[in-house]
């Protein structure tokens, strides 16, 4: 069972306009899939004539690779907590269904769980 609006989402909404999770995980996933977007042209490798720039371009693949997996698993997170945001449920933790503290939402606006869980 999930707890509708919590009390830390109360308490951002009358914060007024210092803080917008909303607006702070639209601006987050826009930056991310620009970053995406980005950095995807670092994972075409050229082939080059010395062994030696090869290892060295798919050494830079290898990294871009692990960078974009990455920004990739936030951008779901990001979306996951747009998702929340959406349904009512943000500012809940997903694990013991209590408060997440507005602070760690300040922080963390895409936190799925309260800093005990």
């Known amino acids: ?3 509708q609006c919590s009390s830390s989402l109360v308490g951002l909404a009358q914060a007024g306009p ?5 607006a702070a995980l639209a601006a987050k996933r826009i930056e991310l899939i620009d970053h995406l977007l980005a950095i995807r042209g670092d994972v075409l490798v050229e082939r080059e ?3 030696l ?11 871009a690779v692990d960078e974009i997996n990455r920004t990739r698993d936030l951008l779901r997170q990001v979306e996951a907590a747009i ?19 507005e602070a760690r939402l300040k922080a963390v606006p895409w936190a799925a769980c309260c800093i005990p869980c």
């Open 49 to 51: 004539v010395d062994p």
């Open 18 to 22: 210092t803080f917008s999770p909303d």
């Open 1 to 3: 069972m999930t707890k």
């Open 83 to 101: 998702g929340r945001f959406n349904d009512g449920t943000y500012g809940t933790c997903e694990e013991c269904e209590g408060d997440i503290l």
């Open 53 to 63: 720039d090869n290892a060295m371009a798919f050494a830079g693949r290898g990294r």
